[in-house]
């Protein structure tokens, strides 16, 4: 059964999440951030590691995978509307992340402790607060 656009562009518009509105970009950013960097907590310590530092480890297309994936959540701030000085700060913590991490041991050391993309999340966060106030979620 052929499925036209227009059905297509309903059904995504109708699910939750995959919409264009505001609150379901932050969820997929949210979403996104908590997969790469707080997947799990390693046991007997509080730190959180995610896929970017475990896909890290493999070298160069790691680097690039995880690279991609953070220039997505820098593409869903885009359509945000937010300032292209947001941006430009959101593409150089990617950019720091993907060069120094592409070293080889060092990098890996530094994936672990540099989380650019939770620093991503909390610009993004800070605009969306401001522009988009009802897109606001109560941690608990």
């Known amino acids: ?15 939750p999440g995959f919409g264009r509105d505001p609150a379901s970009i932050r969820r997929r ?3 996104m951030e908590a997969v790469l960097e707080g997947l799990f907590v390693i046991p007997g310590t509080n730190r959180r590691v ?3 530092s475990l896909v890290g ?9 995880t690279a991609a994936m953070g ?15 947001q941006l430009a700060r959101m593409a150089g913590n990617v950019g720091i992340d993907t060069l120094v991490g592409a070293i080889p041991f ?5 994936d672990f402790l540099y989380k650019s993309n939770t620093k991503n999340l ?5 605009h969306l607060d401001k522009h988009h106030p009802s897109t606001a979620t109560i941690d608990a």
């Open 71 to 85: 220039a997505w959540m820098v593409w869903e701030a885009r359509n945000l509307g937010m300032s292209k000085w």
């Open 57 to 65: 480890l493999v070298p160069v297309v790691g680097d690039l995978a």
């Open 1 to 15: 059964m052929a499925v036209s656009q227009d059905q297509f562009e309903r059904v995504v518009r109708d699910m």
């Open 50 to 52: 995610g896929l970017d």
């Open 106 to 110: 060092a990098g890996d050391v530094f």
């Open 122 to 126: 909390r610009i993004i966060r800070k």
């Open 29 to 31: 950013i949210e979403a």
